[in-house]
């Protein structure tokens, strides 16, 4: 089950809620989407996808902004969607889709910017994808598409026990997408980020912990836990960790920065 939501913007089927009223022993609530586990949610349709099914993740209906994990069916063709003024991000999650003159198979990615999104995009065998649109950034450097297989960038270790793989840094708008590895044992400090950031787990059993006000709440994700995380909120601390190792697929939408706190009772400092 997911976690309730308060902010309008975020988009998610109404039968989500209703089932997550009648369940006595879900995930926390919390007024952001977090704990989600993305298989439960209904499928919909995306208009600049015609034929495939999806699930919408988030979003904001007033810039056409959103979020989505995408299944396309064998023998699925048209084109990347998305307006002229809207960028479209993909990561393949299983399958294989043809992107223009390239094809990408699992852990592929793609950056598209805006007036450069109408790419046409094909799957012979069917594909699951994540799939994000974006309104236009006026910031923005990266202005040609970027295309890329993730199976083929090194791990860059961070920290003890972390490591990513950048798939997009802008210099200019400071938009980030990158993947996490976390090592089986490794936790992290309690921290606030000065940015909203969303994560949908690719594999491994991760622990995370999100406070809800000065309260701690913790809850496992597995492959397909998603996570909407506004900037400014507080999680992490010494019970966010993974006996099996995992990674993360990570977005943040501006230049992001990281700050320590000693947990969540710092919200009342």
Do not use: H
Not at 94 to 106: D, K, P, Y
Request: hydrophobic share 35%.
């Amino acid at each position: 089950m997911n976690a309730r939501k308060n902010d309008s913007s975020l988009l998610f089927p109404l039968a989500v809620f209703v089932l997550l009223a009648g369940c006595a022993s879900g995930p926390p609530e919390l007024p952001y989407p977090a704990f989600v586990n993305v298989d439960e949610l209904d499928n919909v349709f995306i208009a600049g996808l015609p034929g495939a099914r999806a699930k919408q993740l988030a979003g904001d209906p007033r810039t056409r902004r959103s979020s989505n994990r995408v299944r396309l069916p064998p023998d699925w063709s048209f084109t990347t969607g998305a307006s002229p003024s809207q960028s479209v991000e993909v990561f393949v999650l299983a399958g294989e889709i043809e992107l223009g003159e390239f094809t990408l198979a699992s852990g592929g990615y793609a950056y598209l910017p805006p007036a450069t999104s109408g790419f046409p995009m094909r799957s012979v065998n069917g594909a699951r994808i994540l799939y994000f649109v974006d309104e236009a950034n006026e910031r923005a450097v990266i202005q040609t598409p970027l295309i890329a297989s993730s199976t083929l960038l090194a791990w860059q270790p961070t920290e003890t026990g972390f490591s990513v793989k950048e798939l997009r840094s802008d210099p200019g708008s400071g938009v980030r997408t990158w993947l996490l590895k976390i090592e089986p044992g490794a936790t992290k400090n309690w921290q606030r980020s000065t940015q909203t950031v969303e994560g949908y787990l690719l594999s491994g059993a991760v622990t995370e912990t999100e406070c809800n006000g000065t309260e701690a709440v913790t809850w496992e994700y597995y492959p397909g836990g998603y996570f909407y995380r506004p900037a400014g909120n507080v999680s992490g601390g010494p019970d966010s960790a993974t006996t099996t190792g995992g990674i993360w697929f990570l977005r943040a939408r501006g230049s992001e920065m990281i700050e320590t706190v000693s947990g969540c009772l710092e919200l009342q400092e």
